[in-house]
C-alpha cells in the first residue's frame, strides 16, 4: 500500500522512521525520566540502526545528567558519543566527548580505545600532531594490540606534515608489525608508492618482492610483479626492469600486464620471441598485432617446426576479423598437416564456430555432424554433436534437435555435453507440446545428475506427471527432487508444489523471538552427535585457541574502535583459517554476532551447516537462523508494516543483496542494506521528500530499508501484488518486467523462463529460495 508524504527535513525524517518508542521528552507533564540504562540502551540501537544524530543527543542526555548518574554509566555515555560522533563526522565533537571522557575516567579499560577513536577524530579534523599523540598513547597503553593500524596512521599523519622520512620509517614499521595477509599486502603497497616517490626505489623493491612472497593470486602478482618491472626502470637499471618485463610476458601471457610490458620492449627495441608476442597480443584483443608477430614466427623457421598452436591462434585472429576464408584455412592447415597432435579436434570445432559466426548455420551443422561421425573417437566429439543439435534448437529445427541430443546422450553418456543436451532435448519437446517425450528425458536426467541438476530435473518430471494427472508420481519425483539439493531454488519449488504453495505465499504470522537456551541446548547436541564432539560443558564460547588468536584479538580491538573494515579483514582471515571446523565456525558464529559482525557470523554459521552436508532448514533452527537471521528487527518489522510489505520478503532481499552488510556497495553505485542505484535513490529522496539527500546515507540501515522497501512496494503495486515480476523490477527495471510479464502473464514458473537475463532470472531463484527458508524459520 502507498502512503503520501508531505516534504520532511531529513532529521524529521529520521524521527518519523525510528524503529522503536522515541525516548519521551519529560518535564512537560508527569512522565518518569527515562533511567540512565535506558537511555544508554536506547543510543546504542540509535547507533547500531544508523540515526546517528539521534544516538548522539541520547548520549548527551546522560552526560548532561551530571553527578545523578552512575560514574560507570556516565563514562559508557561520554564513550559511545565519541564514537558515534566519529562516526557521522561530528570529528570535534568526538574530540570533545572523549576528551571529557580521557580527563574523568583515565583508569577506564576503554581509555586506550579512546586515545585511539580521538586520534581518528584529530585525522578528520587535520590535526595531525594531536593525531599522532594520541595513537603513540595507545599504543603505550595497549602494546602490541594494534601497532601496525596505530603506526600507519602516525606515518599517514606525518605525509601530511611532509615529514617524509619519519613517515617512511613508521610505514616500515607498520608493515614489519602483525596484521593478517590481505591488509599487510595492501599496506606495503602503500609503503612502497611512498618509497617511490621519494625515490628510495631499492626499499620499493623490497616491498614488493615481501609480497611476491606470499601472493598466490596470479592476476595480483602480474600486477605486483609490473609494478616493480616500472620501478626498476624508473631506477634507470634498465637490464633489470626489460629482464623483468621479459619475465612477465612469458610468465603471464593471458594478462594485460604482459601486454603492456611487451609495448615498453618493442618501443626499447628489446626483442621478444614472435609466437610469446603473438599469445600476448591475440590475448589482450590485438588482433593485427597477433596476426603480423604469428605470421612473422611462421615465416622465420621451417615449416615442420612451426607448432600447431601458431595456426590455432592465427585462424582465431583472423576470424576476430573478419577474414572467414583465411581462417578457414588456418584451421585446415592443423587437420592436414597435424592429424595427432591435440589440437587436431579444436581445430575441427574452430572450422565450425567460424561457420557459424559468419551466419552459415547449415553449413556448421553439417560440419559438426561430419565431424561428430568422421572422428568419434575424439573428445571433441561431444562437444560437436551438442553444438549442432544447440544450432538446430535455436533455428526452429526441434526434431533434429531432439534426435543429435538423444544420439549423444546413448554415445557419449558420461559426458557433461550429454546433460546438457538432455535438458535441452526436454525443452523442446515441452515447447512442442510432447510431454511424454519430455518426462522420458527428465526421468533420465533424474538417474544420471546428482545436486542442483538433479533437482531441476526431478522438479520438472513431477511438475509434468501433476500435470496429466498422476499424483503418486508426481509425489515421489517432488519428494526426491527436495532432498537432492535442499537449499536449492529447485528444491523449494518443488517443496511449494507439493504443499499447494503458491509462490511467495506469506504466512498467517511471523515469529521472532524464542527461547534461545533450549534451543542453543539443542544445537549443541547436534554438534556432538553429528560431528563426534567429545567436549564436555557449553560448546558456544570462544575456545582458548580462536579467543588468543592475533586475528580475533586484533579484530575486536578494531570493532571496538569503530575500523570495521579493517577488523572485518581480520575476521575475514580468521574465519578462512576455521572453515572446516564445524564447533570453531559455531563459537564464531555466535561470537560475531554478539558484536554486530553480521556479514561475518552468517558465513560462520553456513560453514557448520555445509560441514554437516544437511539443508539449512533441516539444521537446528538456533543455527539457521544465525544463516538466515533477521536483523535490524525494529527498523524492518517498524517499515514494512507502514508499507504492508511482508517482512520476511525483504529479509529475503536484503539478505541477497547485501548480507546486511550496511556499508556494501557495487559497481553501479549500488550502496547500503538494499542496494539501491544512485538514479533510482535520487527518484526515492523525490518522492519521500527528503531534501538535499546524499547516497551515501543509505549506508544508514533505516535509511536503505526505507528506500528498498519503498521501491519494492512500489514494483508491487505495479505488478498486482506479482512477487516474481515485482523483483524481476527491482533488479532489471519495471520496462523489462513489463514485458515479460505481457508474455507470461501471473504464471510463476512461465515467468521464469521469460526472462531474458540469466542474472535476473537467477536473482528471483535465489530470493524466493531465501523466502522459503525464512518462512520455514519464522513462519506460524
Not at 396 to 425: H, K, M, N, V, W
Not at 564 to 571: K, L, S, T, V
Amino acid at each position: 500500500m502507498r502512503l503520501i508524504y508531505r516534504p520532511l527535513s531529513l532529521a524529521v525524517f529520521a524521527l518519523v522512521l525510528l524503529a522503536f518508542p522515541i525516548i519521551p521528552a519529560y518535564g512537560q507533564d508527569d512522565s518518569t525520566p527515562p533511567s540512565p540504562e535506558m537511555l544508554l540502551l536506547s543510543a546504542e540501537r540509535y547507533l547500531l540502526n544508523g540515526f546517528y544524530e539521534s544516538a548522539v543527543q541520547t548520549f548527551r542526555m546522560v552526560v548532561d545528567a551530571g553527578d545523578s548518574v552512575p560514574a560507570e554509566q556516565r563514562a559508557a555515555a561520554l564513550f559511545g558519543l565519541g564514537q558515534a560522533a566519529l562516526r557521522e563526522g561530528f570529528f570535534a565533537d568526538s574530540v570533545n566527548a572523549l576528551t571529557i571522557f580521557l580527563d574523568q575516567y583515565p583508569n577506564d579499560a576503554r581509555a586506550g580505545q579512546a586515545r585511539f577513536l580521538r586520534g581518528d577524530a584529530y585525522m578528520g579534523m587535520s590535526m595531525w600532531e594531536q593525531a599522532i599523540a594520541d595513537f603513540r598513547g595507545y599504543m603505550d597503553v595497549r602494546p602490541g594490540m594494534l601497532d601496525s593500524y596505530a603506526l600507519e596512521r602516525i606515518a599517514d599523519a606525518l605525509i601530511a606534515l611532509n615529514r617524509q622520512d619519519e613517515a617512511m620509517t613508521m610505514y616500515q614499521r607498520a608493515a614489519d608489525t602483525g596484521r593478517s595477509n590481505v591488509p599487510l599486502l595492501a599496506l606495503r603497497e602503500r609503503v612502497a608508492q611512498v618509497y617511490i616517490a621519494n625515490q628510495r626505489y631499492d626499499d620499493a623493491l623490497s616491498q614488493y618482492e615481501a609480497i611476491l612472497s606470499v601472493a598466490q593470486n596470479a592476476p595480483y602478482r602480474a600486477y605486483i610483479d609490473f609494478t616493480a618491472a616500472q620501478t626498476l626502470l624508473m631506477a634507470e637499471d634498465y637490464e633489470k626492469g626489460y629482464a623483468r618485463l621479459t619475465q612477465i610476458a612469458g610468465t603471464y601471457p593471458d594478462r594485460p600486464e604482459a601486454y603492456q610490458a611487451m609495448q615498453i620492449l618493442d618501443a626499447n627495441n628489446v626483442p621478444l620471441d614472435n609466437l610469446l608476442r603473438g599469445r600476448i597480443a591475440f590475448n589482450y584483443g590485438d588482433f593485427e598485432l597477433a596476426l603480423e608477430a604469428l605470421n612473422a614466427y611462421s615465416t622465420e623457421r621451417p615449416v615442420t617446426s612451426v607448432p600447431a598452436e601458431v595456426h590455432l591462434l592465427m585462424g582465431q585472429a583472423y576470424r576476430e576479423i573478419g577474414n572467414t576464408a583465411a581462417a578457414l584455412t588456418a584451421f585446415q592447415t592443423i587437420i592436414d598437416q597435424y592429424p595427432t597432435d591435440s589440437l587436431f579436434g579444436q581445430a575441427l570445432l574452430e572450422q565450425g564456430r567460424t561457420r557459424f559466426i559468419a551466419n552459415d548455420i547449415s553449413g556448421a551443422i553439417e560440419h559438426y555432424l561430419a565431424m561428430a561421425t568422421n572422428f568419434d573417437y575424439l573428445g571433441e566429439a561431444p562437444e560437436a554433436l551438442w553444438r549442432a543439435g544447440y544450432l538446430y534448437a535455436t533455428n526452429g529445427q526441434s526434431a533434429e534437435a531432439r534426435a543429435i541430443f538423444e544420439r549423444l546422450a546413448d554415445t557419449y553418456p558420461d559426458s557433461t555435453q550429454a546433460i546438457d543436451g538432455l535438458f535441452l532435448a526436454a525443452t523442446e519437446a515441452v515447447n512442442n507440446g510432447d510431454t511424454a517425450a519430455a518426462e522420458r528425458y527428465y526421468a533420465e536426467l533424474g538417474v544420471k545428475t546428482t545436486g542442483e541438476q538433479q533437482a531441476q530435473a526431478l522438479l520438472q518430471l513431477g511438475r509434468l506427471a501433476q500435470a496429466r494427472g498422476d499424483g503418486q508420481m508426481a509425489a515421489t519425483a517432488l519428494q526426491q527432487a527436495t532432498s537432492a539439493a535442499p537449499d536449492s531454488y529447485f528444491a523449494a519449488r518443488a517443496r511449494d508444489i507439493m504443499e499447494g504453495t503458491a509462490p511467495f505465499a506469506r504466512p498467517s504470522n511471523v515469529q521472532f523471538f524464542f527461547d534461545d537456551a533450549a534451543l542453543i541446548a539443542d544445537a549443541e547436541n547436534w554438534l556432538r552427535t553429528t560431528f563426534n564432539i567429545t567436549q564436555e560443558g557449553a560448546l558456544w564460547p570462544l575456545s582458548p585457541t580462536i579467543e588468543q588468536d592475533p586475528r580475533l584479538v586484533r579484530g575486536r580491538e578494531l570493532w571496538m574502535v569503530a575500523a570495521y573494515d579493517e577488523a572485518r579483514a581480520e575476521f575475514d582471515d580468521l574465519l578462512t583459517q576455521f572453515q572446516n571446523d564445524p564447533l570453531a565456525s559455531f563459537q564464531l558464529a555466535i561470537y560475531l554476532r554478539g558484536i554486530a559482525a553480521y556479514q561475518d557470523s552468517i558465513v560462520a554459521a553456513a560453514n557448520v551447516i555445509n560441514a554437516s552436508g544437511v539443508g539449512t532448514v533441516n539444521a537446528p533452527p538456533y543455527i539457521a537462523r544465525m544463516r538466515y537471521p533477521v536483523y535490524y528487527l525494529d527498523v524492518v518489522q517498524d517499515i514494512t508494516t507502514r508499507y504492508g510489505v511482508d517482512p520476511l520478503l525483504m529479509y529475503s532481499l536484503i539478505r541477497h543483496e547485501s548480507l546486511f552488510d550496511a556499508y556494501a556497495t557495487a559497481a553501479a553505485g549500488e550502496r547500503g542494506l538494499t542496494q539501491v542505484i544512485p538514479s533510482t535513490a535520487e527518484y526515492i529522496a523525490s518522492e519521500l521528500g527528503i531534501p538535499n539527500f546524499q547516497h551515501s546515507s543509505l549506508s544508514r540501515p533505516y535509511m536503505s530499508v526505507e528506500f528498498g522497501t519503498f521501491y519494492l512496494d512500489e514494483q508491487l503495486d505495479l505488478f498486482g501484488g506479482n512477487v516474481t515480476a515485482a523483483l524481476a523490477a527491482y533488479n532489471a527495471g519495471p520496462g523489462r518486467a513489463l514485458q515479460w510479464q505481457s508474455i507470461a502473464g501471473d504464471d510463476h514458473d512461465l515467468f521464469l523462463t521469460t526472462i531474458s537475463i540469466n542474472s535476473t532470472r537467477l536473482y528471483v531463484q535465489r530470493i524466493y529460495t531465501f523466502y522459503n527458508i525464512y518462512r520455514t524459520l519464522y513462519g506460524v
